[in-house]
């Protein structure tokens, strides 16, 4: 009786029909597939790596181009760059390093919404200007440094140090021909006696106080100081020895913005009367 190859794949004689050459077969045909796609796998790979083009040169394949243009356009939007104009736009700036802070806040989609810098908020469309230069861009009436108010200072600048804030005080006294309030972390003893002296400093006027934004928050959270007075404030973007700025060092950029929302927005905002913002001291950029 012959055998149903089928059921139990039996020859006529009762024999175990091989399978070998079968299985054989399929496995020689999977490991050619493996080795093709092995062989292709460099070629692929080729599309993000460095290659060298014909001039002898290295750089990058179409799409390693493409990949390598899109991270640079996103560092150059945090750091507040508008490459379509090939430099830094202040209201461009500001609101990267609004985005940042209130990612590391996790703030709501409402809170992130209080500050949508505008570009009338600024005095100039430049965030390049030296600090040196500035004078010369204060001359309408209300930002003159001739008379100081009855309170508090007409402009201020803020800096992200007191380090910085000393520099900046020295660099004001040459080209601006006039002597700030100093607002930071100086003068010996307790930082409550410190802010009591800056108090009573402000409440007799100045045209110009340079501050860290830490202490200026301080005094005006404590009622110490009010910015009634203030007509303009200069955000100073100087860089330090590790690349930071006011804008970009966390601690600083934290009450930068919590300065502008508790106590100058609403005057920031103002379309006439209000407090005009200006960035200077931005470190130029190229493409």
Do not use: Y
């Not at 039996?10 to 050619?32: C, H, I, M, T, Y």
């Not at 030296?130 to 861009?137: A, E, I, Q, R, V």
């Not at 440094?145 to 006294?173: D, H, K, N, W, Y």
């Amino acid at each position: 009786m012959g055998a149903v190859k089928g059921q139990d794949d039996l020859d006529v004689d009762g024999n175990w029909e091989p399978l070998e050459p079968l299985r054989s077969e399929a496995f020689g045909q999977k490991r050619s597939e493996k080795k093709k796609r092995k062989l292709a796998a460099p070629e692929q790979s080729m599309k993000g790596m460095a290659v060298e083009d014909d001039d002898g040169d290295q750089g990058l394949a179409p799409e390693g181009k493409a990949k390598s243009k899109r991270k640079k356009r996103r560092r150059l939007q945090m750091e507040g760059v508008n490459p379509a104009a090939g430099g830094r736009n202040p209201s461009d700036l500001l609101a990267a390093s609004w985005a940042a802070e209130a990612k590391s806040l996790s703030l709501s989609t409402i809170e992130v919404g209080e500050v949508v810098p505008e570009p009338n908020w600024f005095m100039s469309r430049s965030s390049s200007c030296p600090l040196s230069k500035l004078p010369s861009t204060l001359r309408k009436p209300e930002f003159s440094m001739s008379e100081s108010p009855s309170s508090g200072a007409s402009v201020i600048v803020l800096s992200a140090s007191t380090e910085r804030v000393f520099e900046v005080v020295a660099e004001i006294e040459s080209s601006w021909k006039t002597k700030p309030v100093v607002l930071a972390a100086h003068g010996g003893g307790r930082k409550k006696d410190q802010i009591a002296r800056q108090a009573e400093a402000l409440k007799r006027g100045a045209a110009v106080a340079v501050a860290t934004p830490g202490r200026l928050l301080r005094l005006l959270d404590g009622d110490h100081a009010s910015l009634r007075e203030t007509n303009l404030v200069v955000i100073e973007l100087t860089r330090d020895r590790k690349n930071r700025d006011v804008l970009t060092l966390p601690e600083t950029r934290r009450d930068v913005f919590a300065l502008l929302r508790r106590h100058a927005l609403k005057r920031v905002k103002a379309e006439s009367g209000g407090i005009r913002l200006l960035l200077c001291g931005a470190a130029a950029t190229t493409d």
